[in-house]
Every structure is written in C-alpha cells, then in structure tokens.
C-alpha cells in the first residue's frame, strides 16, 4: 500500500482541482512540473524554485544512471538530499530516452520540437539515421550511452531498481514509447511488451513510500489505447501517466485523452508526459489530466523564447534594442520587476549566462501562475472564463 495519496477536491464538468499527499508535502493538481533532468532545473537553485511557486520537480531516471548513478544519489541519502530539493519529487522510467535514443533519432521526431509536425506534411526520415543506439527485445532494451559509447542494459527490475535508488515520491513503470510514424501492428506489438513491462514493474517494486504510475500507451490508434487504458488501469498502480505518441496534431491529442482517461479509475491522479505549453495544458486539464511536466518553458528560455499573455515574443529580435518595458508589465517575478526587454536582449546577443537564468524565472513564473488561475477557475466553476480570457489575448505563434 502507497503511503501517497490523492483527493479530488473539486470538479468542473470533467476537469478536477485535487491534492496529492505525498511524504515531502501535498501537491495542489492541476500541477506542472519543471523538469530537472540532471537533479537540476536548468540555471536556477531549489530556492528560487520555491519562491515562483513550483510544488514538484521531474528528474531522469536514464540520464542520473549514467551519472553520477543511482549508488551514489543513494549513499548520500537520496535524491532529495542530493539535490536539496526538500520538495517532491517524480522520476520517470528511461523510457522515453530509450525512444529518443531509437525510434525518436530515425523517424526525426520529439515530445517537443516535432511531436506535432505539419498537420498536412508528414515528417520524413533523416537519411543515413537507424536506430542504432538502441535494440528491443521482449525482456528489455540495449542502448548505447550518449555520454561514452558504453553499453547498458534495462529491463523493469532495472528501471525500477534505479527509481527506488533515487528515493523519488512517484516513479513511473518501464514502458516502451512509439513514435507518431509507427504503424499500428509496431504499435501493437510495443503495447503488448508495455503490459507484460507493466506488470513486471509491480512485481519488482520493494518500497510502500513511494507511489508507481502505470503508462498508458497505444499510440494515436483508438482501439490500442483503449485497451492500454483498461489493462494498466486494472493491475492496482497508484495513478497512471498517459506516453508515447499522441498522433501528428493537436486533434490527436485531443482525441487520444478522450479515450483514454474514461476507461482509468477516476479517484487516481493522473499525469500527461512531456506536454506543457499553455495552450495545450487548458485542453488537457479539461479533459481531467491532473499534472503534467515540460520541457518547454526552461527550453524556449534557453532559446531567448518568453511567454507574455499576449503570446511568444522572441527577445532576439531587433525591435527589443531600445524597449525599457518589461516583458510583461502585469508579473511580478524578479526578472520583470527589476529588468527591461532592452537588458534582457543584450544578454542574449552577448550570449551571457544572466539571460537564460532571467528568461528561465519568468517563464516558469508565467506558466506556474497560469496553472494556479486554471486550478482557480475549477475550484470556483469558473475555468470556462479564465480560458477565454487568456485565448482573447495569446497567440500560439513567437512574435
């Protein structure tokens, strides 16, 4: 029995407001978690993390094996204290890196940058690319290190093994993702050893202090997450994550959650892997997905991208060489309370260190803050009108 658990505290048609109680603190849902992939929020420390509001991080499995791995995270007393994130805490299985490493370097696709290419284009594969850094078979997958070239291999007792090393509060089963480019019978086959992969991840769980989500995968095909969603929801996980291709639009997206979440048990939380830009996390939330984590917001910063209510603005751009406003007047983070878009153009253009770390604490600043109005308007039955309020002003497209 998990000694995390999870309440539903209010409902607005099928979005849900709920908290999640974990042994490092409650978690209000909807959530977002920022992605600290190596222990790290890139270019911010534990403190400033608290201070913009984020409850939970994400960190990686495959990347804290590889280094400085899952023994030493351990014998300094686990992730928390190694990273001095007192905070909870999630890790994923090394799935999705199993995938990026494989299928993802093949096919020429992302979670982020090209999950959903050209609605009307699909993506062609790079020439001369193969999956050569990764072999799946049915108890496992081989991969080749990114960092040396040395090989390794995992398996759901591996996978599993290292999470409970790391000390995270949830931890994810081993789960093979597929790409938007494969074809139903691969889609079936990768479901068939997610399962069986499922089942061995319970098995091999040894600690109650931890809460292990199940992956729903299938793919964009209806009737393969349909059944991904009734098998994993059947074999007594803590809560789910829904993986793995979500299709080559938005629509997909879309219609993959509506299949999807009505066959899990409604009183679990509920998590959507890698998604986590504005527009996608309204549709997500209304369609009851409870957390969510992303790369993009500390990705696009990195890339001098900012969010604003009215949309992307790229920094780079010339327009910002004598602009001494804010990038949003109406924030109250520290970037925008002491620095003008003038300042933060300049640090892009001379490529200093300040300009990421700036970019990074506003971005997160404005999409935690967009999560709590989204959780407001639910406990308020007013989510209605907080989405048109921020869709009369956004613009998907960078400006």
Known sequence: MSAITFEVEAEHQTAR???????????????????????????????????????IVLANAYHLYLRPGAD????????????????????????WQVFSLGFGLEHGVGKIASIFPDEDQPRQRPRGQKPRMTKIDDDGVTFTSHIDGSTHRFTPEVSIGIQEKLGADLILAFDECTSPLHDERYTAEALERTHCWAKRSIQARSRSDQALLGI?????????????????GSLGFDGFAIGGSLGRTKNDMRAILEWT?????????RHLLGIGEPEDIFDAVERGIDMFDCVAPTRHARHGVLYTPDG????????????????????GCYTCTTFTRAYLRHLFIADELLGYRLATIHNLAFILGLVGRIRAGIMSGSLAEVRREFQAHWRAAPE
């Open 261 to 269: 979440i009505p066959a899990l048990p409604a009183g679990l939380p």
């Open 72 to 95: 030493v995270v351990a014998h300094f007393g686990g992730l928390h204290r190694f990273m001095s994130w007192n905070g909870p805490l999630v890790t994923d299985s090394g799935g």
């Open 312 to 331: 992307r603005l790229m920094i780079h751009n010339a327009r910002f060489h004598e602009d001494f406003t804010p990038i949003d007047p109406d924030c």
């Open 17 to 55: 407001a709920g908290l999640l109680h974990t042994p490092h603190g409650d978690v209000h849902t909807p959530v977002l978690s920022p992605v600290a992939t190596q222990a790290t929020v890139k270019s911010l420390d534990p403190d400033e993390l608290r201070g913009l509001g984020a409850e």
């Open 216 to 232: 729903v995968q299938g793919g964009p095909f209806e009737a393969l997450r349909r059944e991904s969603a009734q098998v994993i």
